[in-house]
T-cell receptor
Framework: GAVVSQHPSRVICKSGTSVKIECRSLDFQATTMFWYRQFPKQSLMLMAT?????????EQGVEKDKFLINHASLTLSTLTVTSAHPEDSSFYIC???????????????FGDGTRLSIL | GESVGLHLPTLSVQEGDNSIINCAYS??????FIWYKQESGKGPQFIIDIRSNMDKRQGQRVTVLLNKTVKHLSLQIAATQPGDSAVYFCASRVRGSGNTPLVFGKGTRLSVIA
């Protein structure tokens, strides 16, 4: 089945550091990928929709200059948390849909997330 | 806007019993629904999906029921096992292009008592 790989799985860094998270679709092409954020014991909140070859679409309240998204190829999207601060500590999860098979109603497949801890 | 919620935040069941997890959605334009299972420290794992033109869909030990009249769906797990312990999320998508993202409910933690 469709596999989404996310790297790194965990990052611990000092305040002010910029952190890049990679999301890859391993066995399918994804023109669209999604980035979610999840706080402990809470649900997934959509941050942005990443579109291959164009600008990402950010949800209301998500700072686009803070969370830089690049979708340079059909299998890779990156999320960069710039000048991270402790309040940015969270679980970041990417997702993609294999739109090449079966039309638009296909499940989104998720990576295993990146646990970001800012000291 | 779209919102998806759950009736029960926690559920404890005896091993071998059936589990039922409920979910309500608010947007009548939603036409695709998915149940995900999330284990600690991992991303959501697809369990089963259902389109709005269906009322019921069965998988291996799982059944999803959709009631569009009251905008409610449920996930039934037969013969619940310890490995089923996790947080379960329902998610929905509003009718549109394939780029429309999923909206997630709040999640229900299922604890299986051995």
């Amino acid at each position: 089945g469709a596999v989404v790989s996310q790297h790194p799985s965990r990052v611990i860094c000092k305040s002010g550091t910029s952190v890049k998270i990679e999301c890859r679709s391993l066995d399918f092409q994804a023109t669209t990928m999604f980035w979610y954020r999840q706080f402990p014991k809470q649900s997934l909140m959509l941050m942005a929709t990443s579109n291959e070859g164009s600008k990402a679409t950010y949800e209301q309240g998500v700072e686009k200059d803070k969370f830089l998204i690049n979708h340079a190829s059909l299998t890779l999207s990156t999320l960069t948390v710039t000048s991270a601060h402790p309040e940015d500590s969270s679980f970041y999860i990417c997702s993609a849909r294999d739109q090449g098979t079966g039309g638009p109603n296909q499940p989104q497949h998720f990576g295993d997330g990146t646990r970001l801890s800012i000291l | 806007g779209e919102s998806v919620g759950l009736h029960l935040p926690t559920l404890s069941v005896q091993e071998g019993d059936n589990s039922i997890i409920n979910c309500a959605y608010s947007n009548s334009a939603s036409d695709y629904f998915i149940w995900y299972k999330q284990e600690s420290g991992k991303g959501p794992q697809f369990i089963i999906d259902i389109r709005s033109n269906m009322d019921k869909r069965q998988g291996q030990r799982v059944t999803v029921l959709l009631n569009k009249t009251v905008k409610h769906l449920s996930l039934q797990i037969a013969a619940t096992q310890p490995g089923d312990s996790a947080v379960y999320f329902c998610a929905s998508r509003v009718r549109g292009s394939g780029n429309t993202p999923l909206v997630f409910g709040k999640g229900t933690r299922l604890s299986v008592i051995a």
